[in-house]
């Protein structure tokens, strides 16, 4: 996308568009974003019209809405000569109604008021598509005798602090890890990245970042979050390798009394509310099976992975078979001598 507001990916020095580039491109896009694409472009009012189906994907877990495949290479043909005719403005944004009718175009069902509000939040038109907002701003001095601890620095816990900030509410984030990120610091298991799209696993009010990968990898997104703490300058209230150990209600001064442990001490924190962002998959879940104290073998958990150990020629036992498990079975099937996969359900 060039300053100017205009698309000119496609084309060649010389202006003309690259057909074979071109086709190819289309050809592995989704023909019926394709069609919700040209309809915005003020395409012909049949595209409207055109059937949608849905396709359970994984496993039934989710339906996927997929236009009909008789129209696919009639849209695919009316994307190629869009792109043909060279560089062109961007669409305005839509309006609410605009944006409904094409959502429900793309879902060929209608949507109810609260799906359509996620929806439009989702597309994220706005920096803060969720931005708290103050129905009577409270007195400055009440405010700065306010403290919200937040207990850790993954994508939830960045996500508080930048909400809080914006409001103006003092906070302290702390992190028992030696870097930002959460579960993104901690795996680095071969090949562990998002399952979904990363422009939609990204925060709403991050937009156009240049991603590498369409799904981002640990190390990609790690830089992500980077990028977000530096963006909105939330690194000088986080406190790194730093644990909250204890935390007792005060009732008579209606605060939560925190004990706060880093290398180098053991302190009191008093916080009027604590955020725990700590997260589900910071701590080694190991299976509870017989026996297992006393296995000889390497025993290795995807949070605790070590990279200096070669698995070459090894018999390597995978349990379970999740986002983890998935991602790293390809690895170990390349590398070690024999790969057995025992998932319980």
């Not at 359970?56 to 009316?78: K, N, S, T």
């Not at 906070?171 to 939609?200: C, K, M």
């Not at 025993?299 to 200096?308: A, P, V």
């Amino acid at each position: 996308m060039t300053p100017g507001g205009r698309s000119d990916a496609v084309l060649d020095d010389s202006g003309e568009g690259d057909e074979e580039f071109i086709r190819g491109v289309v050809a592995a896009a989704d023909p019926n974003v394709l069609r919700i694409v040209l309809l915005q472009l003020g395409g012909a009012a049949d595209l409207a019209a055109m059937e949608v189906e849905k396709v359970p994907i994984r496993a039934g877990a989710f339906f996927g809405d997929v236009l009909a495949e008789r129209y696919h290479a009639d849209v695919r043909d009316r994307a190629v000569a869009v792109l043909l005719r060279g560089s062109m403005a961007l669409p305005t944004t839509p309006n609410e109604r605009q944006t409904r009718v094409l959502m429900e175009l793309l879902t060929g069902d209608a949507l109810n008021d609260s799906e359509f509000q996620f929806g439009w939040e989702e597309l994220a038109f706005q920096q803060f598509p969720r931005d708290p907002r103050w129905t009577t701003l409270p007195p400055v001095e009440a405010l700065a005798g306010f403290h919200v601890v937040v207990v850790g620095a993954g994508i939830s816990g960045l996500a508080a602090a930048i909400m809080l900030k914006r409001s103006g509410i003092p906070y302290t984030v702390f992190e028992r890890q030696s870097d930002i990120g959460g579960t993104w610091h901690l795996n680095t298991y071969p090949e562990a990245r998002v399952d979904v799209s990363s422009y939609v696993y990204q925060f709403k009010f991050t937009r156009n970042y240049p991603w590498p990968e369409y799904f981002a990898s640990q190390g990609e997104t790690i830089k992500y979050l980077r990028h977000v703490v530096d963006q909105y300058g939330i690194r000088d209230r986080i406190e790194l390798d730093t644990e909250v150990t204890a935390a007792r209600w005060d009732e008579a001064q209606s605060s939560r009394q925190l004990e706060v442990v880093n290398a180098n001490s053991r302190r009191p924190i008093s916080a009027n509310v604590v955020v725990s962002a700590s997260g589900l998959f910071s701590t080694a879940n190991m299976p509870k099976c017989n026996g297992i104290e006393g296995y000889e073998g390497r025993l290795c958990h995807t949070t605790q992975w070590d990279h200096r150990y070669d698995i070459s020629g090894k018999r390597v036992a995978l349990i379970s078979n999740g986002s983890g498990g998935s991602q790293l079975m390809p690895y170990l099937a390349q590398h070690a001598g024999e790969l057995s996969v025992f998932q319980r359900t």
